[in-house]
Nanobody
């Protein structure tokens, strides 16, 4: 069993910054991908960014140059630094772990960007 616990969401003005963190516990294997997804009201859940255990990353086009994903393998954490936030970044952000053909999700944390 795997548990993912997010923290760091909140309300920020446009142009501001937030940092999300996610701590994983349970049966974490050596090969996995961790990432962040988001879901705005009435929209489908979408990939924001993900990172392999070796540090390879990919980002949604909408966040490139503004968001940075990182992970600490020893601490089993993944973080998302979000800069230059825009109102369209408003969503519930979910931590995701993919390993051995199975996906795990955190409970989600709300990010609201006011204009």
């Amino acid at each position: 069993q795997v548990q993912l616990v997010e923290s760091g969401g909140g309300l920020v003005q446009a142009g501001g910054s937030l940092r999300l963190s996610c701590a994983a516990s349970g049966s974490i294997f050596s090969v996995n991908v961790m990432g962040w997804f988001r879901q705005a009201p009435g929209e489908q859940r979408e990939l924001v960014a993900r990172i392999t255990r070796g540090g390879s990353t990919n980002y949604a086009d909408s966040v490139k140059g503004r968001f940075t994903i990182s992970r600490d393998n020893a601490k089993k954490t993944v973080s998302l630094q979000m800069n230059s936030l825009k109102p369209e970044d408003t969503a519930v952000y979910y931590c995701n772990l993919y390993q051995r053909d199975y996906e795990y999700w955190g409970q989600g944390t709300q990010v609201t960007v006011s204009s």
